[in-house]
């Protein structure tokens, strides 16, 4: 199963890192005469509203989101695990600011926050950046909910049995942290990736709303998945659906890879 | 008469917690104000282009909004309104926010709250079926199931929610639900590998008894605080339901008041969503505090 | 036993009787005030509850009598009188006199209130004169003349002088029943209303108006799918193609409507942009050479579907009465735009363009997120200009911060918007043509006309405000519309087509390119028997 997902994860990367010469077409080139087509030979997966290779679009949106959405996802779960960690081992006054903060994160208005980010930006930024921008900001604003875990963990382990033997035989609060507690909390860090790179894939699309994120005519996997809430649309023509069947297929092929290998009864 | 100093402490720590939990909000409110203002377009209004409107009713619409240019003095006067229960008056709705929030509040506590519920129960039942009931494809049938919940938008799920005639808060539910079930199920599969449960199975303990007595309690603290966040989680997801479902709760009219600018609405709506957050945190810290102590018990089994 | 159940299937059948419209408003109706209202969905609730002295047939175009059984607009448009009509009450009882008219009209023109159709009506600074000459006869002189006076009647609902609760109070066919802040609003028949059918029955004829907040449009399609909203006002492109294909009698092309979509590039001398994007935004050629190689066929045939039509100017082809007919929408020849290009000195080399200097043509236009066509417009745009070399950046705000940047800071190229709502007459658009005005959207606030051509295009304005003869307004229009074709500060793409639904079981419905496109003999229709549904 394991090596199964392995390779189809390694397909669909090596196609989204290929797009320039796999696609049949131009991801921006836009054919007129045949707008809203469906598939055809030479529109694997048809055209969308301004003509153009959905299949293209497809593969470039994926070259941009694979890349950057678990890169968010690695940023997110390191600043959680940092803060919560370090939260929950310092206890006391570090402990209660740190809870503080993350309940100031949690209920924030941060749109108004990426508005302004937004607004600083020069309005030809390019696209790369502007979307390298979008992954980040949402890498650094998910910290909050996955740190209360993290801390939550800790304080659970802090008493215990292997905790007070650690402590008993000398190392040092920095090693303990590095040789007992992170590996603790792998699943929860390993489940806290695991669930923001669709959420942030989803969420640089909703950023489109704003004005950050991908520029005409670049596409993404977010923006693309936001074509699906036209409903009816997608009722007649069910290959609109590609985007989203390649998402969950990456994110069941993590998931495989992510567990662990002995699972005792 | 040992009982005076024990509720003299208790009554002191959640003396402390309430101040706490009040101090927050009100920083939580300051921060939302200050992005507000920060934002670009707060001084603008779509009546600025609107031909119809004089030169002259367009300067006053600006003049009546120069008092809360200067944040302090707007902080101020927010405050003491505070203070009568005066939450301001919507800047784009012209009603005050108190009126506003009233008229919302209850659909949008439905929504989040039987959303919250149904989504724990699923997340947790789902989590529990995948790693205990080792029957062919089961736990791959539920990652899918979970994935594809996660990689659908959620205005996606609420039209699809509509399309099923089903309740609105099956939205809320379904996007909690993912996020329960990995959490869950990431933990049980890794608690099931810890000595204290591998002894309690040599033992020879039946598997129900394993699984309350040994496995639950390893996994209730991260749980627990799960569960506290995911309270803002609940409420954070009914902002874009709403808004794209157009179901008239305070998650649409914060949604509204983002784009508008509407200074009043976003200060008290963060305040409340602070206050709220907070108090949910608080308990889930609470329970898990209690429980540091049959942590060490178990432990030692 | 027969007479019983001929007496259960008669009460069944007048519980069935019981009939309710319902549509959607596209937002929460921000004030209930006929006075203050300025957007959409308080405007549809004003228009089926407010009672007005005169209305403007939307089918015909021509002013009908409605509380005012006459009119002689005199003093050269400075002042009207007008005659009532007799035996009309308010909703609640009061009855109706000229002593309701001068209180609307003196609260209207209020300063302080800064209402939007009080605005229209002050073209100077003055107080009104409200002289009541009888419960049935009032004059009204207003404090300078105003074009087009009489036509702006249809927006003024009269309130009640001397109701004890003016709120309630209404003169329209419907009147406020229910309001759930962010869900619906309900009206109900005017037990009160004058107006009679040729057969003498009192309308109007459905007993209720549901109206649903539904901003989504899909929702709103599939409600309509199911039956449970017999209206849509205004149809997206695509759901008209839907709706089409399944219910074919449903959905209604009326031909151009009043709006249309258009781009402006930056002239402000303050604008924090490069003085050589200055050079290029400012040179008329450049501006009539990038219309020309805008393909608007194209834009109008995928965008839109097929249903709007090029754009010759700022009047749309549907304003009968004040179109410069003459005009035409910009012919696509890119060739051509090369040459006057090449002319004006800009260079075409290798695919690019560059000017005199040797920079690259590359500007960025802005438009507000959200809407999907004039996201795909643009992209649309960005394939026609990269064929005559010039790259074309496409960013999306959000309103507020859109706004900002065309109004405040001037920091943008290139805005794409478009109007929405236009009235009929030009003299309600003096703002955005007067070139010290602050909506003069390309370079607004100006202390002197920058241009011979905004200096004439003022003098033209304030003649066709001034003027009198219909004949005299037009012939000045006309020619401020050929200035702006000729110079093209505003670059026009298209008018959209007005597009709308009426489920069959609708009776009498007759929809027409102005607003409200549906609803605006909202008293005259009925529903179907079995379509018709109850209020909950």
């Not at chain 3, 109701?163 to 309001?179: C, H, M, T």
Request: with cysteine.
């Amino acid at each position: 199963m394991r090596n199964v997902a392995i390779a189809v994860l390694t397909i669909i990367f090596v196609v989204a890192l290929g797009a320039d010469v796999l696609s049949p077409a131009s991801y921006k080139e836009q054919f007129r005469q045949a707008p809203n087509a469906g598939p055809s030979a030479q529109h694997p997966l048809g055209t969308d509203e301004l003509g153009r290779d959905r299949l293209s679009r497809l593969l470039y949106g994926s070259r941009i989101s694979l890349m950057l959405a678990p890169a968010a996802a690695l940023l997110a779960t390191a600043i959680a695990a940092g803060a919560g960690a370090t939260a929950g081992f310092l206890g006391g006054r570090w402990e209660r600011t740190f809870l503080s903060a993350t309940d100031l994160s949690l209920s924030l208005p941060w749109m108004l926050f990426l508005m302004t980010v937004r607004a600083l930006l020069p309005l030809d930024v390019a696209p790369a950046v502007s979307i390298a921008i979008t992954f980040l900001l949402l890498g650094a604003l998910g910290w909050a909910g996955p740190a209360r875990i993290v801390r939550a963990a800790v304080v659970a382990m802090r008493r215990s049995e292997f905790m007070l033997q650690a402590r008993g035989s000398g190392s040092t609060g920095f090693r303990i942290v590095l040789v007992h507690l992170l590996p603790n909390l792998k699943p929860v860090l390993i489940t806290q990736f695991l669930i923001s790179i669709p959420v942030f894939i989803l969420s640089e699309a909703n950023l489109g709303l704003l004005g950050l994120g991908v520029a005409e005519p670049m596409p993404s996997w977010g923006s693309l998945l936001r074509d699906l809430e036209r409903f009816s649309e997608v009722r007649s023509n069910p290959w609109l659906l590609a985007p989203a069947v390649m998402l969950v297929a990456v994110v069941i092929c993590f998931q495989i890879i992510a567990r662990p290998k002995d699972l005792a009864t | 008469m040992g009982l005076m100093p024990g509720v003299l402490i208790w009554s002191g720590r959640i003396g402390r917690r309430v101040v706490g939990l009040v101090v927050t909000a009100l920083i939580g409110a300051l921060f939302a104000a200050t992005l507000v203002r920060l934002a670009p377009g707060a001084d603008s209004d779509e009546r600025d282009f609107d031909p119809r409107f004089s030169p002259a009713s367009i300067h006053a619409l600006h003049e009546s909004r120069a008092a809360d240019r200067n944040l302090a003095r707007y902080y101020v006067t927010y405050l003491r309104g505070l203070a009568h229960g005066d939450f301001g008056v919507s800047y784009s709705l012209k009603r005050p926010v108190r009126e506003l929030l009233a008229d919302r509040g209850l659909t949008t506590l439905r929504l989040a709250g039987c959303g919250l519920i149904a989504g724990w129960a699923l997340g947790l039942a789902l989590a529990i079926v995948a790693t205990q009931w080792k029957v062919g494809g089961m736990s791959t049938f539920t990652s899918g199931l979970s994935a594809m919940l996660l990689c659908v938008p959620a205005a996606l799920i609420g039209l699809l929610v509509l399309a099923a005639r089903a309740q609105w808060w099956w939205a809320i539910a379904l996007i909690i639900l993912p996020k329960v079930y990995s959490y869950t199920r990431g933990l049980l599969e890794k608690v099931s590998t810890e000595p204290h449960v591998l002894l309690a199975r040599a033992k020879g303990l039946g598997r129900g008894r394993i699984f309350v007595w040994h496995v639950m309690p390893s996994v209730l603290p991260e749980l627990l605080a799960l569960a506290g966040i995911s309270v803002s989680l609940a409420f954070s997801a009914a902002i874009p339901i709403e808004a794209v479902c157009d179901i008239p709760g305070v998650g649409q009219l914060a949604w509204q008041a983002a784009l508008g600018r509407d200074l009043p609405i976003l200060v008290t709506i963060t305040l409340l969503l602070a206050l709220i957050t907070r108090a949910a945190n608080a308990m889930a810290d609470i329970a898990i505090a209690a429980l540091h102590g049959d942590a060490q018990r178990e432990a030692t089994v | 036993m027969k007479a019983l159940s001929l007496l259960l299937v008669s009460v069944s059948l007048s519980v069935q009787a019981a009939q309710e419209l319902r549509f959607c408003l596209r937002n929460e109706p921000k004030t209930f005030d006929p006075a203050l209202v300025e957007d959409n969905a308080s405007e549809t609730i004003r228009y089926l509850t407010g009672g007005v002295l005169m209305r403007l047939n939307r089918l015909t175009q021509e002013l009908e009598p409605e509380l005012a059984v006459s009119w002689k607009v005199m003093e050269g448009s400075r002042a009207i009188t007008l005659h009532l009509r007799e035996n009309v009450k308010f909703s609640d009882g009061t009855p109706f006199t000229s002593d309701d008219v001068a209180y609307t009209f003196r609260r209207l023109m209020d300063p302080a209130l800064h209402s939007a159709t009080g605005d229209a009506f002050r073209s100077g600074e003055g107080n009104l004169e409200a002289i009541v000459d009888g419960p049935r006869k009032i004059t009204l002189r207003f404090p300078e003349p105003v074009a087009g006076l009489d036509r702006m009647f249809d927006q003024a609902a009269i309130v009640s002088a001397h109701s004890s609760n003016r709120d309630a109070a209404v003169l329209g066919p419907f009147r406020v029943k229910e309001y759930k802040p962010g869900a619906y609003v309900v009206l109900e028949r005017n037990p009160t209303y004058w107006k009679r059918d040729s057969a003498g029955h009192t309308l109007p004829y459905v007993d209720a108006i549901h109206l649903d907040i539904q901003q989504n449009r899909e929702i709103e399609l599939l409600r309509f799918e199911r039956g449970e909203l017999q209206l849509i006002n205004t149809l997206e492109p695509e759901h008209f193609e839907r709706l089409s294909a399944q219910v074919p009698r449903s959905v209604y092309d009326l031909g151009p409507g009043m709006n249309s979509e258009f781009f402006w590039f930056n002239q402000s001398a303050g604008a924090p942009i490069a003085p050589y994007k200055k050079a290029w935004f400012q040179s008329t050629v450049f501006r009539k050479a990038i219309s020309e190689s805008i393909n608007r066929d194209d834009l109008c045939r995928i965008v839109y579907r097929g249903h709007a039509t090029p754009a010759a100017g700022p009047v749309s082809p549907a304003n009968h009465q004040w179109v410069n007919a003459a005009l035409k929408p910009p012919p696509y020849r890119p060739e051509q735009a090369l040459r006057e290009l090449a002319q004006a000195g800009f260079r075409f080399a290798n695919g690019t363009l560059s000017d005199q200097a040797g920079h690259r043509i590359e500007f960025t236009i802005v438009t507000n997120s959200g809407n999907q066509a004039r996201q795909r417009a643009c992209a649309m745009m960005q394939q026609d200009m990269e064929k005559i070399g010039i790259k074309l950046n496409v960013a999306m705000l959000d309103f507020p911060a859109l706004l900002e940047r065309m109004n405040r800071t001037l920091d943008y190229d290139a805005v794409l918007l478009g109007l929405v709502n236009v009235d009929i007459d030009p003299n309600m658009q003096m703002n955005i043509w007067l070139s010290s005005s602050s909506m003069h959207s390309w370079n607004p606030k100006q202390a002197k006309p920058a241009t011979v051509w905004e200096e004439e295009i003022d003098r033209l304005m304030r003649v066709q405000a001034s003027q009198l003869d219909y004949r005299k307004r037009k012939a000045a229009f006309d020619r401020v519309q050929q200035i702006a074709a000729e110079q093209a500060p505003i670059i026009y793409l298209v008018n959209k087509n007005v597009l709308s639904a009426v489920s069959p079981v609708v009776k009498g419905a007759r929809p027409v390119p102005l607003t409200p496109q549906t609803f605006w003999n909202a008293e005259r229709m009925t529903l179907d028997g079995p379509g018709s549904q109850s209020s909950h």
